[in-house]
């Protein structure tokens, strides 16, 4: 998949500087120059001032020279969306669970507070509020954690080697360093606390139906 050669015989066939006294300073052709960026989103911006800047020059992102890596990122990023589906509806079974042994664990509780004039929206709000508190005391500690993972995980990486033919594949490196948009961020605690509303849905409804009479009674 590649010919490495020796810069003056390239040069040579080339048209440009042959020879053994090839210098810096001597008029040698270059067949290609990589730039390394630190951040993806600066691709296209850069593609675009050096196409301007060297308008004889074909300047191409790694998607266009290597369009099966855009394939693969677009893979990751549809794998990433299944991931975080699937974890959203385990979160919201699971605080439908956690709520509704709240709610049935304080039958008489509630029916006590209906029988002494508790309207039935103040009892779904109080149970719809009782479940957003829930995820704002968790989602600082869940942050936190996130953060300091993905800056270790940023900073040493870990090593695939055991897969180091796969990766080879798609010009990937043994060690995988991890990074995330910032905006996910404040994008995941959105949408968790929009789960959470929707969540708490059933067991506040479960509960503005308890009838105060038989509820007190409940044993």
Avoid: C
Wanted: proline residues 4%; negative net charge; without cysteine.
């Amino acid at each position: 998949m590649n010919i490495f050669a020796l810069r003056e015989d390239l040069n040579r066939l080339l048209s440009g500087t042959s020879g053994e006294n090839d210098t810096i300073s001597a008029p040698s052709v270059a067949h290609e120059i990589a730039i390394i960026l630190h951040d993806v989103k600066l691709v296209d911006t850069t593609r675009h001032s050096l196409q301007v800047s060297f308008p004889d020059v074909k300047v191409e992102t790694y998607r266009e020279i290597s369009p099966d890596l855009q394939l693969y990122e677009s893979q990751m990023e549809s794998v990433s969306l299944i991931y975080l589906t699937v974890i959203m509806l385990a979160l919201i079974f699971g605080i439908i669970n956690t709520m509704l042994m709240a709610v049935l664990e304080r039958i008489r509780e509630l029916g006590m507070l209906m029988a002494i004039g508790m309207n039935k929206i103040r009892v779904f709000l109080m149970i719809m509020l009782e479940t957003i508190m829930i995820g704002v005391v968790a989602a600082p500690f869940g942050l936190l954690l996130g953060t300091g993972t993905i800056a270790y995980l940023g900073k040493y990486g870990i090593n695939l080697s055991a897969y180091s033919d796969t990766l080879q594949m798609y010009g990937m490196s043994n060690i995988i360093y991890f990074a995330v948009n910032p905006d996910i961020y404040w994008q995941v605690p959105l949408s968790v606390a929009f789960t959470a509303v929707l969540a708490s849905l059933y067991p506040a409804w479960k509960a503005i139906r308890l009838k105060p009479v038989e509820a007190i009674r409940k044993i």
